[in-house]
């Protein structure tokens, strides 16, 4: 069988020879395209919008399960957003207790007088070593109950630590006032003794006496140091000691310093271990420059030597 096609436009014709044996063989891919151009016009009739092939509760169930997993979706981002907000601010309370725990390691190193070069808070501790795997160690991941779970354990130690720092800085604090407070040492910064405490020979009358106190020389117009902080209770002249100063250190610490020359100091003044008082003289009963040094205990003058031998 021959097919002519004939062109007026172009005045061209073509033939075309159909071969028996030649349509068998298009014959299946015809068969092929034709079943999937159906294929789609079915697809496209089951699923238009009225569902009128499709039954109602199939796409009812499928839009369920839909919403299920969008909820399910919604439900797990808003418990890892809350995890994660969760983890932040226990983070943020360790920091807190972390620099709270710096900041009384730092003034517990200034109260001991501990070099920053030998121990510094503000550095991680030196540590190191070869790494080595532990044979039993667990290669599961770690759940997010267990960090937290760790994270409470952490924040209690350091809530622990932070309790046992402050006694430790309190305990460090009261000694350091008793070291402050105590009277140690000399009142001046060189010099001899001159006299002692207790019975002697009164070096006005020759006759044996007592004397409450230690004596001091030195050139006149040194300096007379307090002993221990405290404060001034009186300043000025007083029968037999010339000029004196007495300062009151707590504790039932009293320290008196007689026959100066010129006061520094006025009676409600705070002063400090070391800190100059008034100046050596010769005022009162003395017969030249010196400081009479005396310690009163609750009410009683003591011996001064343990004092000033305490700080030697």
Same mark, same amino acid.
């Given at each position: ?130 790494? #080595? ?6 290669? =599961?991941? &770690? @759940? +997010?109950?267990?960090?937290? *779970? ?116 006025? #009676? ?6 070391? =800190?100059? &008082? @008034? +100046?050596?003289?010769?005022? *009162? ?28």
């Amino acid at each position: 069988m021959d097919i002519i096609l004939v062109s007026h436009a172009r005045g061209r014709t073509w033939r075309l020879r159909l071969d028996p044996r030649n349509i068998i063989g298009w014959l299946p891919a015809a068969i092929c395209a034709l079943v999937l151009i159906s294929g789609c016009f079915a697809a496209g009739w089951f699923l238009r919008p009225d569902g009128a092939l499709l039954p109602a509760e199939v796409v009812s169930q499928w839009d369920s399960q839909m919403q299920v997993q969008r909820g399910e979706l919604v439900t797990a981002r808003a418990k890892a957003e809350e995890d994660a907000n969760a983890l932040s601010r226990r983070i943020a309370e360790l920091q807190a207790y972390v620099m709270r725990l710096d900041a009384a390691g730092s003034r517990m190193t200034q109260i001991a007088h501990i070099d920053p070069s030998e121990f510094n808070f503000d550095k991680p501790p030196p540590m190191g070593g070869p790494e #080595v795997q532990l044979a039993n160690q667990s290669a =599961q991941p &770690v @759940a +997010l109950a267990d960090v937290l *779970g760790s994270l409470d354990q952490l924040q209690q130690q350091l809530s622990d630590r932070e309790r046992q720092m402050r006694v430790l800085e309190d305990l460090l604090l009261a000694g350091r006032l008793e070291k402050e407070i105590r009277p140690s040492g000399w009142p001046i910064s060189g010099g001899y003794i001159t006299s002692g405490f207790g019975v002697r020979t009164d070096p006005f009358t020759g006759m044996r006496d007592y004397h409450p106190g230690i004596d001091f020389a030195a050139p006149e117009g040194s300096q007379v140091m307090a002993v221990a902080a405290g404060i001034v209770t009186q300043a000025g002249e007083s029968n037999g000691y010339g000029n004196l100063v007495e300062i009151d250190h707590g504790n039932g610490y009293v320290t008196r310093y007689g026959h100066n020359e010129r006061l520094l100091v006025r #009676v409600g003044d705070r002063v400090r271990k070391g =800190q100059a &008082v @008034a +100046l050596i003289g010769s005022t *009162g009963r003395s017969t030249g420059p010196h400081v009479h040094f005396e310690v009163v205990l609750n009410g009683n003058i003591v011996n001064p030597e343990q004092y000033i031998e305490a700080a030697r």
